[in-house]
């Protein structure tokens, strides 16, 4: 159980475009999601945390209007990294955690490996 | 951001020998967990502690929540050539913590080697 699905993997664009990723629980309901950065050699940083329904809270440094969240079911977060640049490339990293639970831990996807050109 | 102080850093082992590693930090956490990072992919959960002075084993894993809550330590016993990759500690805030509630702190990590 606790499966966290993220979508896509890896993806390479122009600088300026926008780019979206996907994280999904598969097997569980998830009320919060958080969202991290994960630069070479280095420790998870995270970005922001994704309440359903409501929104996003962003940790001190990172720009809501570059990182939008979306999390509109209890299944499904986004983040969408807008006007992208060489310097946001970087391995992306969603997590969630169980609803019905006030001690489950935080399960993690596969990450994505976003190049910006 | 806030991180915990995790040591070592980097260890290079033989295989068979056992591997300790541990987290430190200046605040109080109400869970302690372990995660393995491969190259590539997301961090899966090798054990959680949900009480001080717990002590947890998952298989050659052994993982304990220090008594006053502000470190923890783990163990890996005989160690395989599979163990090789990135093991961060991680400290989940409580629920007294308001907005922080949920949120997880991480160590620097531990990469690991393991030679055959």
């Known amino acids: 159980g606790a499966v966290v699905s993220q979508h896509p993997s890896w993806v390479i664009c122009k600088s300026g475009t926008s780019v979206k990723i996907e994280c999904r629980s598969l097997?569980?309901?998830?009320?919060?999601m958080f969202w991290y950065r994960q630069f070479p050699k280095q420790s998870l940083m995270l970005m922001a945390t994704?309440?359903?329904?409501?929104?996003?809270?962003?940790e001190q440094g990172v720009e809501k209007d570059k990182f939008l969240i979306n999390h509109a079911s209890l299944t499904l977060s986004t983040l969408t990294v807008t006007s992208a640049h060489p310097e946001d490339s970087s391995f992306y990293i969603c997590?969630?955690?169980?609803?019905?639970?006030?001690?489950?831990?935080?399960?993690f996807g596969d990450g994505t490996r976003l190049s910006i050109l | 951001g806030q991180q915990l102080n995790q040591s070592p850093q980097s260890m290079f082992i033989q295989e068979g020998e056992d591997v300790s590693m541990n987290c430190t930090s200046s605040?109080?956490?109400?869970?302690w967990l372990w995660y393995k990072q491969d190259p590539g992919e997301g961090p899966v959960l090798l054990i959680a502690?949900?009480?001080?002075?717990e002590l947890t084993s998952n298989g050659r894993l052994t993982a304990q929540f220090g008594i006053t809550r502000k470190d923890s330590f783990l163990n890996i016993s005989a160690s395989i050539p599979s163990d090789v990759g990135i093991y961060f500690c991680?400290?989940?805030?409580?629920?007294?913590?308001?907005?922080?509630?949920?949120?997880?702190?991480f160590g620097q990590g531990t990469i690991l080697t393991v030679h055959p």
């Open positions: 997590s969630a955690r169980d609803f019905d639970s006030s001690n489950q831990p935080q399960h």
């Open positions: 097997d569980f309901q998830a009320t919060t």
């Open positions: 994704s309440n359903e329904g409501s929104k996003a809270t962003y």
């Open positions: 605040s109080i956490f109400n869970t």
């Open positions: 502690l949900y009480k001080a002075g």
């Open positions: 991680a400290g989940q805030a409580s629920r007294a913590g308001g907005t922080s509630y949920g949120k997880l702190t």
